[in-house]
């Protein structure tokens, strides 16, 4: 009889752990944004009740993904991918918000010489100078590692750099090759470098080579909550979304 009675109550805490899960917000965000998502997410489990599922991953992933039929609730990704989804009809339009601007930035393991990183004559002579450079690789789908090799094959230095890439999948990969001395700049969003142990932010790209990239916040058009998935997005351009963008070194755009 006892046997009897764990294993029924087992089998309702499998069945309360599915329910739960079932129930959660599926996320796709953006590595830029992963952080603060997490702790605007935190707040909104905690007024809601209602689990979040976060799926961080570079915006081009996160889009294939989606037009490949996988579900989610919400999106943070870069404003000309959610511009293209909504083009698809794969988010929807009402609700859609601009939450805040990123800058990419160059990391160096902790108390290392930071680069001079004031023009792009001196940002160049440090790539050059570097023994290894890390960025994400442009065929996982991130924006930053795109434009950084695009700018290196602007300035000429593509083919003398290539020896030193190490190619990462996000950027919170390339503040872990810096920190483990893989590399010794890491290049990605200020925001993807900051929560990381081990390295610091030496500065932002200067103007010539930067590019602002604006990440915004929307409802997916397979969200079977919409109530919820709204609330989500309230919550991110809320106080606590603004507290938590702010934190990441990001620059706010909701007022």
Do not use: C, H, W
């Not at 599915?18 to 965000?29: D, H, K, M, Y």
Request: aromatic share 4%.
């Amino acid at each position: 009889m006892r046997m009897k009675t764990l294993l029924a109550a087992a089998a309702a805490l499998v069945l309360t752990a599915t329910g739960a899960q079932a129930q959660a917000l599926r996320v796709f965000v953006g590595g830029a944004a992963t952080q603060p998502v997490r702790e605007a997410g935190a707040e909104f489990t905690r007024r809601t009740g209602k689990a979040l599922d976060i799926v961080s991953d570079t915006t081009g992933s996160l889009q294939k993904r989606l037009r490949a039929g996988e579900k989610a609730d919400v999106v943070v990704i870069t404003a000309p991918a959610v511009d293209a989804l909504q083009q698809e009809k794969l988010v929807l339009v009402p609700g859609r918000v601009d939450l805040a601007r990123g800058l990419i930035g160059v990391a160096v393991k902790t108390g290392a010489k930071a680069p001079d990183l004031s023009s792009e004559a001196s940002v160049k002579a440090a790539l050059l100078a570097a023994k290894s450079v890390s960025y994400v690789d442009p065929k996982a789908g991130g924006t930053s590692g795109a434009f950084f090799e695009g700018q290196m094959a602007r300035m000429g230095i593509a083919e003398a750099m290539k020896p030193k890439v190490v190619y990462r999948g996000q950027g919170s990969e390339v503040a872990a090759a810096v920190a483990a001395g893989e590399a010794e700049l890491g290049i990605t969003f200020t925001s993807e470098l900051t929560p990381n142990p081990g390295i610091r932010v030496a500065g932002t790209l200067p103007a010539p080579i930067q590019l602002p990239t604006v990440y915004t916040a929307a409802v997916a058009a397979s969200t079977t909550d919409l109530a919820a998935s709204q609330a989500l997005v309230d919550v991110l351009k809320g106080p606590a979304g603004i507290a938590a963008l702010r934190k990441a070194g990001l620059d706010v755009l909701v007022k």
